[in-house]
C-alpha cells in the first residue's frame, strides 16, 4: 500500500483508500461465450490523505497515481464512464480525454466523502477505480487465438504486470526519499525577475497562473507533477540544469 506524498514515504494506512484495478482482456463477441484471455492485469490500493482529496492537489495525486498504474493503453481520446455509488444509484458518460476522467474520479471522490460525512463512519469510506479495455472477436477468431495460449496464459499474465507495477511504485517511493520535491502553486508574477522558466521543460506546454507544480528543492526548478515522476523515474538529474539529484534505480 501507498501513500502518496510528494515530501515522505508512509505505508500507514491513514486516508482515503483507493483501490485501482487496470485490466486489458480480448474475449468473443458471442455473449454465451465465458472464455477470455487476460493481456494486462494489476491491482493496487494507494492511501490519499483525506484533506488532500478536497485540496487543489487531488487532480495532481490522481494523474500520478494512474501513471504509476502503467496503463498499456491511451485515455486520451473518447472514454466510456460509469459510476456506482453506496446507493447504487449509476453514472454514465463518456468524458472527451484523460483530464475530463482525472476530474471526473476527484469529484466522485469528494461526493464519496460527503456522503461518508452525513451517514457514515469515515474510516468505511472507499473507492475502487477500474479502467478496463476490452477487445471483442469473432466466435471463430477468438477460438483460434484462445486455442493457440497456454492453459496458464492469464495466470502469468497477472504475475507480470502485478509484478512490474510493484517495482514502478517501490522506484516511486525510493525517489520520495531521495528527491526533496515539493508542489507550489504556480504564480507568473514570481517568475518574471527570475531564471526559473513558466513552462514545463519536458512536455514544453506553459504553466497558466493558478496550476500547481512540483519544484526540485535543490535547484528550484519547477515542471508538472507527472512530467517530472516520468522523468526522474529514469534519470536522476534536473532535465533544465542537469544536476545530479540522486542515485538511479
Known amino acids: 500500500m501507498c501513500e502518496l506524498d510528494m515530501n515522505k514515504t508512509s505505508r500507514d494506512t491513514v486516508g482515503f483508500p483507493l483501490?485501482?484495478?487496470?485490466l486489458v482482456k480480448r474475449?468473443?463477441?458471442?455473449?454465451?461465450?465465458?472464455?477470455?484471455?487476460?493481456?494486462h492485469k494489476a491491482e493496487y490500493v494507494?492511501?490519499?490523505?483525506?484533506?488532500?482529496?478536497l485540496s487543489d492537489d487531488a487532480s495532481d495525486i490522481i494523474s500520478k497515481i494512474i501513471f504509476l498504474m502503467n496503463v498499456p493503453f491511451s485515455l486520451d481520446h473518447k472514454l466510456k464512464w460509469k459510476g456506482v455509488?453506496?446507493?447504487?444509484?449509476a453514472t454514465i458518460a463518456t468524458l472527451e480525454n484523460k483530464d475530463k476522467l482525472i476530474s471526473k474520479i476527484v469529484e466522485?471522490?469528494?461526493n464519496m466523502l460527503d456522503y461518508a460525512a452525513l451517514n457514515i463512519s469515515s474510516e468505511s469510506t472507499y473507492m475502487v477505480l477500474g479502467i478496463t479495455k476490452i477487445t471483442y472477436f469473432s466466435q471463430t477468431e477468438f477460438m483460434e487465438i484462445y486455442n493457440n495460449m497456454s492453459e496458464d496464459y492469464n495466470r502469468k499474465t497477472w504475475e507480470r504486470t502485478l509484478g512490474e507495477v510493484n517495482s514502478r511504485i517501490a522506484k516511486f517511493e525510493a525517489l520520495q526519499k531521495e528527491v526533496r520535491i515539493k508542489k507550489m502553486r504556480f504564480e507568473a508574477k514570481k517568475f518574471e525577475d527570475s531564471d526559473l522558466l513558466d513552462m514545463c521543460s519536458i512536455c514544453r506546454e506553459e504553466f497558466f497562473t493558478g496550476c500547481i507544480v512540483s519544484c526540485i528543492?535543490?535547484?528550484?526548478?519547477?515542471?508538472?507533477?507527472?512530467?517530472?515522476?516520468?522523468?526522474?523515474?529514469?534519470?536522476?538529474?534536473?532535465?533544465?540544469?542537469?544536476?545530479?539529484?540522486?542515485?538511479?534505480?
Open 46 to 53: 494507494f492511501w490519499i490523505p483525506y484533506d488532500d482529496i
Open 108 to 110: 466522485f471522490a469528494r
Open 19 to 22: 483501490k485501482v484495478t487496470v
Open 27 to 39: 474475449r468473443s463477441s458471442k455473449l454465451t461465450s465465458s472464455s477470455y484471455l487476460i493481456d
Open 217 to 249: 528543492n535543490q535547484c528550484s526548478h519547477v515542471y508538472h507533477g507527472v512530467c517530472i515522476l516520468e522523468w526522474l523515474l529514469k534519470d536522476r538529474s534536473c532535465p533544465y540544469c542537469r544536476s545530479e539529484l540522486g542515485q538511479k534505480i
Open 85 to 89: 455509488t453506496y446507493r447504487d444509484v
